[in-house]
């Protein structure tokens, strides 16, 4: 066990839907980054929020934000979801930027 | 081409081989991570390196900064190593790029 936690870990929606994925950091790390895998792309980098600012950002779309909240939780919101959003979302977590601790994932199916 | 090369892409390996796996980069890194993937999905960060080399039980990481090369060796290999094992780094615009994996997959 990381440490982290993501919620939900399965989210089945449709095409056009706004989604949620929620992590909550170890206890302690004040980065928290954002990764999505899919099977035609591998993982990528999307952002990466240290002590509730954005630190770095990847290839995350327009259509996707994210933020990190006062407790050092954080949101990525996926918003006009297409079938190619379909992938795993991790998120993981570090001091600052040293060692990143994984989340098991949040599964996302679009439909 | 992509930023981070790996190779070999899969590798099947007997019980107790001495196994590498070698990961090359094409942009100015300040960190080079290697990550674990098993089957069931969930990932573990098994090294950071800047320079030099690291061991972790029987897990060795080296890197080349001038060579921009970095290698994950496994001593006495065991089935439960069978995993994916990825290369990712961290450009100096802290953007973090993946190579796209290497499968091991270790035989009793």
């Known amino acids: 066990d990381s440490g982290v936690t993501q919620t939900p870990k399965h989210l089945i929606t449709a095409t056009g839907q706004r989604v949620t994925l929620r992590c909550s950091p170890r206890?302690?790390?004040?980065?928290v980054y954002w990764y999505q895998q899919s099977l035609d792309q591998g993982l990528q980098f999307l952002i990466q929020?240290?002590?509730?600012?954005?630190?770095a950002k990847g290839n995350i779309l327009e259509r996707f934000s994210a933020q990190q909240f006062p407790d050092l939780h954080s949101e990525l919101n996926l918003s006009s979801l297409e079938l190619g959003d379909s992938a795993l979302y991790f998120c993981?977590?570090?001091?600052?930027?040293?060692?990143?601790?994984f989340g098991p994932g949040t599964r996302l199916t679009v439909l | 081409k992509n930023e981070v090369e790996q190779s070999p892409q899969n590798l099947t390996a007997q019980e107790g081989e001495f196994i590498t796996i070698n990961c090359s980069y094409s942009?100015?890194?300040?960190?080079l991570h290697w990550l674990q993937q098993h089957p069931g999905g969930g990932i573990v960060s098994l090294f950071m390196?800047?320079?030099g080399k690291k061991k972790h039980g029987r897990l060795i990481a080296t890197i080349n900064i001038q060579e921009k090369h970095s290698s994950l060796h496994i001593t006495a290999s065991h089935p439960r190593d069978s995993a994916v094992y990825i290369c990712?780094?961290?450009?100096?615009?802290?953007?973090?790029?993946f190579g796209a994996g290497t499968r091991l997959t270790v035989k009793p």
């Open positions: 993981a977590s570090s001091l600052i930027t040293d060692t990143q601790y």
């Open positions: 206890s302690g790390d004040l980065s």
């Open positions: 929020y240290y002590n509730g600012e954005e630190r």
């Open positions: 942009v100015g890194i300040s960190a």
């Open positions: 390196l800047s320079s």
């Open positions: 990712a780094v961290r450009n100096n615009n802290n953007d973090m790029r």
